[in-house]
Structure formats: C-alpha cells, structure tokens
C-alpha cells in the first residue's frame, strides 16, 4: 500500500522482555517519527529521524528505548527490558520533511501491552 | 511539562451545529500548528494546519483560527456531521527545530443526530 505499515499491529509481552517495533514509511519520505500514546495521554513525541542526520532522540523516555533506520526508509523501535509502564500505542508517522509542509502521515500503530 | 494543551477532553455537539475545539500552547517559539483527527483503532490523519503568518485556514467545514498573542487556537467545524465523531489532537512545532510535532492530549467529540 501507500500508506505507512506498521508492525505487529498488536504485541503482548513479557515483563523483562524485548521487543521490537516496526515501520516501513511512505516512499520517498526522508522524515520518519515514533510517537506513543498511552492510556489517556496525548500523543508523545520518541524520536525524529530526518536523511542522513543524526537522530533526535530528545523524546526517549530511558536507555532501554532505541530506534534505527536502514537506509533512509525502514525503521525498527527496540524496547528493552520492557516494563509495564511501557504499555501503549505506538505510531510511527513519515513526512517530506519540506519546510512547507510538514504534515506527517501516520500508520495504525502497535499496540503493546507488558504483562 | 504539556506544551499543547486541550483542555476539553470531550465535546458533544448537535449535527448541523458548529463544533469548537479549542487549545493553547505555551511555547512561542511554534509557528507551525495542525489538527489531527483520530478514529479508533486508526492512526492519526491530517485534517488543517496553519503557519503562523496567518490567522485563519479553511478548508471546507473546516477553519482553524491561531491567536498568537493569547497563545491559543481553534478549530471549527460548519456544519457538524455524525462522521465527524472522532478524537481531535491538536499539535504544534518549531519549523526550523526538527519538526517534531508537540501533540495535546485529544478531545473525543460526538456529534449527534
């Protein structure tokens, strides 16, 4: 499809499991996001990928976040350790990253719940 | 700390009737604002934005207002339709500080037949 995948769509895990997160972005898209929202809350901002630069990782809640993009385009969220707290819907949006545009289109999420 | 602030978390409006949704912010620093509308089990979808040099967007039934200096805008939607039920996430961002997107919290709004 056109639109940004995101997978799995749901994930049930382990407390003290890892898990990892995927999004494969709108072609062509040099900008990519994670954000997730949690019961209740808005939508937090994780981190920011645009081109070549160095990520934004302003936004990871601890060091057991991390995130990478191959190649300008796929993009994999690892948690490690998960904790209970980390249960929530996590987005991934991509956008042209142009300076008149900044809107980003987002995928449907991974809902991930920590047992 | 909540730099985009929706503090209405729900709405119910009559259909045919206008809906507002309103949000403030508190970092001057945004010049970029969007509204977002969300359907469960769905991601995000874009619906307005506005830049900043401006006061108002309209987009069909919709029209975004930006107060600049009371740090606030709304988003109003002419006539309200059933399909319009959905949470609305209002967002902001720093063009030129990497463009992530500061979202409020939401607000659920029902519209009515």
């Known amino acids: 499809g056109a639109g940004v995948s995101q997978s799995p769509s749901n994930k049930v895990t382990e407390k003290g499991k890892d898990v990892e997160l995927r999004c494969d972005p709108i072609?062509?898209?040099?900008?990519l996001y994670w954000y997730r929202q949690s019961l209740g809350q808005g939508l937090e901002f994780l981190i920011y990928f645009q081109g070549n630069s160095a990520p934004d990782k302003s936004g990871l809640p601890s060091d057991r976040f991390s995130a990478e993009r191959t190649g300008g385009s796929v993009s994999t969220l690892t948690i490690q350790r998960t904790q209970q707290e980390d249960s929530a819907v996590y987005l991934c949006?991509?956008?042209?990253?142009?300076?008149?545009?900044?809107?980003?289109?987002f995928g449907q999420g991974t809902r991930l719940t920590v047992v | 700390d909540q730099q985009v602030k929706q503090n209405s978390p729900s709405l119910s409006v009559q259909e045919g009737r206008i809906s507002i949704l309103n949000c403030d912010y508190t970092?001057?620093?945004?010049?970029?604002f969007l509204w977002y509308k969300k359907y469960p089990a769905e991601g995000p979808t874009f619906l307005i934005s506005?830049?900043?040099?401006?006061d108002k967007n309209e987009d069909g039934r919709f029209t975004v207002f930006l107060n600049k200096s009371a740090k606030h805008l709304s988003l109003h939607i002419v006539p309200s339709q059933p399909g319009d039920s959905a949470v609305y996430f209002c967002?902001?961002?720093?063009?030129?500080?990497?463009?992530?997107?500061?979202f409020g919290k939401g607000t659920s709004l029902l519209v009515t037949p």
């Open positions: 072609s062509g898209h040099t900008a």
């Open positions: 970092n001057s620093m945004f010049d970029y």
């Open positions: 506005i830049s900043s040099i401006k």
């Open positions: 949006a991509s956008s042209w990253d142009d300076l008149m545009n900044t809107e980003a289109f």
């Open positions: 967002a902001a961002s720093e063009v030129y500080s990497g463009y992530a997107l500061n």
